[in-house]
């Protein structure tokens, strides 16, 4: 395999951290980023300690020259760009009348702004090459306005939208782009922190396993060209839906 | 009829325009606005002319201050808000990697962000009345996310979340929120002066007719509580979908 | 108006004859069927006492002859049908182990199967006059496949797409199809003998009202053809959806 | 890995056999019918010239008695069923006025009730064993009903509803069941003799490929349960949609 690159925009802990290391270990280099760069520490530690090759970029997804900037930077310095995943949330609970014009467009800004910022930038380049796999999380608000939901539904509702346009629009360029709606709870701090009784389900597999969900992610990468997916819902076996 | 009035933001010669008349032929004194207020006075004469009362007021949507102020006046000098309905579209066309990040910030405050702070703004004076009825309109990218159409989607998508999570939260305390999918070219100047071959369906009625969707949304209003829409979708005959 | 009928397939205490009636107040000829004709009297003299003109007819929609038969009927001794209302259920609730062949062919048949027999009958004399109207009945299984419902989420998916197909194909030739979703207990007697509490809800608007669904129907009749609905949701403004 | 067999009923010559082999590929004894088990031939030779282990079975998956009998054999004479497949198409194309009961029925009886008492069976001996993969075969007319299809899509409408059902009611209790949206030509000799425009495709990967099919009910059997999916799309990366 020649040197190529996946960029995993919004590397925290859980299911960023884990597609990382999952493409990592197929030997894609592997660039993680966050807002803060010395959080990407811990992620770049244990790539590299099972022999993978990892850099870590501090960068606002949500600012239009920084992504800019990152994705020349990969592609300058360290090798094209194969694989994108955007993984960025903004869950937030608030009723419509709680709702601050500032929450409401932060929220936006985080889960569906920075995603387009991210799916164009990684295009452009992909485009000359025509080829390239661009991922988008998404969450069961992608596909229901719930009560209290209002701004993250509306966020998750762009970004999936922002993932079909692509689709359709890249995919006849031999780009193949996926949403992935991810309906549960995830294995993070803070489910285990926030809800404890939920993250006791882990025992059980209850609780969304980040290495399993990106096992899933590089199954859509390595899809035959001739019957790639374009969304896909992951969820717990006990999980009410 | 206690005085009751109905708000229509982006009230444009065509779909709000028609919504305001059909409403006004009914009692509600019809308040609409625009960006620019002298654009109105077309409409504001017709209502008139046809008995009807009206205010126009010139507002921006997108602006938290603007939206807030103008529901405080008609609430203060009108009457109460019964109806609102929002009616902003942004329609633009371009592939992913044209689309600039102004672009599809625009297109998402217009077409979101706008009815948001709308929506937000009714229904917390509506909420202390137990009553109202809240309308927003959908297009076919509400439903769909197209090659050239990630930030319009985008858009359209964020606020039919908008419209789910709100008939949600605000149903069951009394306010029946509904979105309205309109799948087609409506009889407007635009679509005369630019689509001049689809207006010529238009003798067939094969392009939608302004007051058939306003009489739609008159039959939303006046739906019984124990059968409520939250969304219909309106096409012409002859449409294909 | 020229003497029209509508046909109402499946006209039972509630919604079916809440429709007949709704249509037979504006002057169209009630033509309403159950399996035994004589559980249709009580609806035919009610009416009859409101001015209206009905007839009954004993007639099973699962079997082809039956369904000609009765079109055939209708046409040549009643008057055109210039509205068909295919009202049909068969709620069950078995577990996948549990539901036999006979109740999953049964609900199939009652449910979607005699949807066919009657659309594609009323097509067929709908079609030469390039006009007319074809309403379907659908609930919540129509959109969702629940646990316990493998057999009725069967049927009524079934009918969607049917109503989806024939509204795609007839209407370019001028025949206006639509489906009605309804996610809510309706006031009738089975809730009220069944789900006391449920029914109590009714003091409060809490169930559908069948007077309140039907209004609906003849809203979707009335509709221009520029601006066809071919599916719109009906709950009570109290339910969790 | 103890000895296990998948079914596959309706392993034609595309993909059934091709999901066939590539499970009798890690190992599982495949299982395959189809109503004439003499054209069963090819793909059992070639599934033992792989160095697995098969086994073909006349039935017709529409008769009760002879799914019950099909599984009940398997089960008794060679290993546990732990992965079922149903693959049975009946794509036709008629306008509903000529669409005859009988087709309507049949293409149901395949599309449908098959799927059923398979699933139905073959969840009777998961359930105990708390274990199991189920996976259906569906295609673009499982999610749309377009002109000329209301048979097709009632069926396939009706086999994803059942899927759904069997996903919400055996998932906690161990049991994986998933349907995958089909929504493009496949590579079969159906294709090759009718639509010869469209196989020029393949070339280019522009129809599905049998073997990259299989790949993704693999991968669905293989993941971990902590994070399943219940409904995947597979397209050419050129198809219009």
Request: with cysteine; glycine share 10%.
């Amino acid at each position: 395999m020649e040197k190529a690159s996946v960029l995993v925009v919004g590397a925290g802990d859980a299911t960023g951290g884990a597609i990382a290391r999952r493409f990592a270990r197929e030997g894609y280099i592997a660039c993680v980023t966050r807002r803060s760069a010395d959080k990407l520490e811990g992620l770049l530690e244990r790539i590299r300690a099972d022999g993978g090759v990892a850099h870590g970029f501090g960068s606002d997804a949500r600012k239009e020259d920084e992504v800019t900037d990152l994705v020349a930077r990969i592609e300058r310095d360290v090798a094209p760009i194969e694989v994108a995943v955007f993984n960025i949330g903004a869950n937030v609970r608030f009723t419509v009348a709680e709702t601050t014009e500032r929450v409401y467009r932060k929220v936006w800004e985080m889960g569906a702004l920075a995603g387009f910022l991210v799916g164009r930038e990684v295009a452009k380049v992909m485009l000359p090459r025509a080829r390239g796999t661009i991922l988008f999380t998404g969450a069961t608000s992608s596909l229901r306005g719930s009560a209290g939901f209002c701004a993250f539904a509306g966020a998750k509702h762009a970004l999936r939208a922002l993932a079909q346009s692509m689709a359709r629009e890249l995919g006849p360029q031999g780009i193949h782009v996926a949403h992935v709606v991810i309906d549960g709870a995830i294995d993070t701090q803070f489910i285990a922190e926030n809800f404890p009784q939920r993250y006791a389900l882990k025992d059980n597999d209850g609780i969304l396993n980040p290495d399993a969900i990106a096992e899933n992610y590089w199954s859509l990468h390595r899809q035959h060209r001739s019957a790639w997916t374009h969304e896909l819902d992951l969820r717990p076996w006990m999980e009410k839906w």
